[in-house]
T-cell receptor, first 112, second 112 residues
Framework: DVKVTQSSRYLVKRTGEKVFLECVQD?????MFWYRQDPGLGLRLIYF???????EKGDIPEGYSVSREKKERFSLILESASTNQTSMYLC???????????FGQGTRLTVV | DAKTTQPTSMDCAEGRAANLPCNHS???????VYWYRQIHSQGPQYIIH?????ETNEMASLIITEDRKSSTLILPHATLRDTAVYYC?????????????WGLGTSLAVNP
């Protein structure tokens, strides 16, 4: 069974903390994505990566950075967490020839 | 990517067919239609995709109109576990376009 695994389902962090969200996929997919999902706003793309060490900004990259040192792992970093970054974060991956995107279970982050 | 329009919400009786419409009137010839669903507090799950022909798999059927401007996802015998938000997306496969543009989807409630 194909898998995208996010390191935490629930996370509570304090304002100003540096936060790492990890995502690992076991499908040898080239493309990996980080989205956030908020009520009434749907899924919004933060960053994506199409190869190791390659990244592109999505629609809402401000306040976030990413790291892809290995093909299977894509990390989302909140340099200094703020309360407006409280959200559900979803990681996804796709291959060059795989037509469907596979998602992780999501991380519900609360910044207090 | 072309945009899609879906009803905000729908109801269906358990055991009956659920027919979820999607309008994609600006779809291009090389864009596929994808359907995903998201059960509460989980990541989206791929259901089915198609280009021109109708498609069927173990989860659902996809009917695409001849002009490709709209499609319908059919869940033949809806169960309570099919209660979810259903997303219709169109995208070009391959090339430099790696993003999926997500709308707000249709919230399907399957009632006992």
């Amino acid at each position: 069974d194909v898998k995208v695994t996010q390191s935490s389902r629930y996370l509570v962090k304090r304002t100003g903390e540096k936060v790492f969200l990890e995502c690992v996929q076991d499908m040898d997919h080239e493309n990996m994505f980080w989205y956030r999902q908020d009520p009434g706003l749907g899924l919004r793309l933060i960053y994506f990566s199409y190869d190791v060490k390659m990244k592109e900004k999505g629609d809402i990259p401000e306040g976030y950075s990413v790291s892809r040192e290995k093909k299977e792992r894509f990390s989302l970093i909140l340099e200094s967490a703020s309360t407006n970054q409280t959200s559900m974060y979803l990681c996804a991956s796709t291959g060059l020839t795989v037509l469907a995107a596979f998602f992780g279970q999501g991380t519900r982050l609360t910044v207090v | 990517d072309a945009k899609t329009t879906q009803p905000t919400s729908m109801d269906c009786a358990e055991g009956r067919a659920a027919n979820l419409p999607c309008n994609h009137s600006t779809i291009s010839g090389n864009e596929y239609v994808y359907w995903y669903r998201q059960i509460h507090s989980q990541g989206p799950q791929y259901i089915i995709h198609g280009l021109k022909n109708n498609e069927t798999n173990e989860m659902a059927s996809l009917i695409i109109t001849e002009d490709r401007k709209s499609s319908t996802l059919i869940l033949p015998h809806a169960t309570l576990r099919d209660t979810a938000v259903y997303y219709c997306i169109v995208r070009v496969v391959g090339g430099n376009n790696r993003k999926l543009i997500w709308g707000l989807g249709t919230s399907l409630a399957v009632n006992p």
